[in-house]
Nanobody, 124 residues
Framework: QAQLVESGGGSVHAGGSLRLSCKAS??????MGWFRQAEGKEREGVAG???????WYAETVKGRFTISRDNSKKTMYLQMDNLEPEDTAVYLC????????????????????WGQGTQVTVSS
């Protein structure tokens, strides 16, 4: 059974940075992505990346977050800079055998492999 494990969450002040990691046991040809779910809100896609490191971002994080992956380590990363209180959420990673742009529709990739999530809290 495929497994994904996130790490790197924590608490920071607004303007700070965090780097999340996602260790995956899925095939390296799978697309991968980061998602977040704030309390009482729907899960939303943050960024997606294909096996060649082509990346796509949600408008709310473009210019502040950077997604990357190292296929040799089967690990994906999310560098988050200039964090805002609105970024507070549980961040989850996922991997799936389809287009990386599907990160914009989390429900469409529920069939993929998902991690348990890591909490990110940004205080003002």
């Amino acid at each position: 059974q495929a497994q994904l494990v996130e790490s790197g969450g924590g608490s920071v002040h607004a303007g700070g940075s965090l780097r999340l990691s996602c260790k995956a046991s899925t095939p390296t040809y799978y697309s991968m992505g980061w998602f977040r779910q704030a309390e009482g809100k729907e899960r939303e896609g943050v960024a997606g990346i294909d096996t060649s490191n082509n990346a796509w971002y949600a408008e709310t994080v473009k210019g502040r977050f950077t997604i990357s992956r190292d296929n040799s380590k089967k690990t994906m990363y999310l560098q988050m800079d200039n964090l805002e209180p609105e970024d507070t959420a549980v961040y989850l990673c996922a991997a799936w055998p389809g287009s990386a742009t599907l990160f914009r529709a989390p429900r469409a990739i529920e069939y993929g492999a998902w991690g348990q999530g890591t909490q990110v809290t940004v205080s003002s």
